[in-house]
Nanobody
Framework: VQLQASGGGLAQAGGSLRISCAAS????????LGWYRQAPGKQRELVAT???????NYADSVKGRFTISRDNAKNTVYLQMNSLKPEDTAVYSC??????????????WGQGTLVTVSS
């Protein structure tokens, strides 16, 4: 399984960005997909996840501003980020995890994409 994130960049406070993560591997369709972020000097934190059934979960800090979605036909997960704040500046990484048919867990990470929000 490979995860390739893209779409990061520079945005102004109050602006929007959409980042994407394209995944390879048939297991992706049954995976929970998620976005995590790590700001300089801070620990990595959950941003949002979406299950194979479409159930979503968000960090309190992004609720109402960010939207996670997935396109199973394209094996892609998206994060639409609106009303961006300087504190959203971080490296955003995508993740796929779940339980295989043999009941072994899996947990895959893609490389990060940098999002910088200027004030």
């Amino acid at each position: 399984v490979q995860l390739q994130a893209s779409g990061g960049g520079l945005a102004q406070a109050g602006g929007s960005l959409r980042i994407s993560c394209a995944a390879s591997g048939s297991i992706i369709s049954i995976s929970t997909l998620g976005w995590y972020r790590q700001a300089p000097g801070k620990q990595r934190e959950l941003v949002a996840t979406i299950t194979s059934g479409g159930r979503t979960n968000y960090a309190d800090s992004v609720k109402g501003r960010f939207t996670i979605s997935r396109d199973n036909a394209k094996n892609t997960v998206y994060l639409q980020m609106n009303s961006l704040k300087p504190e959203d500046t971080a490296v955003y990484s995508c993740n796929a995890h779940g339980i295989q048919a043999n009941l072994l867990p899996y947990d895959y990470w893609g490389q990060g994409t940098l999002v910088t929000v200027s004030s």
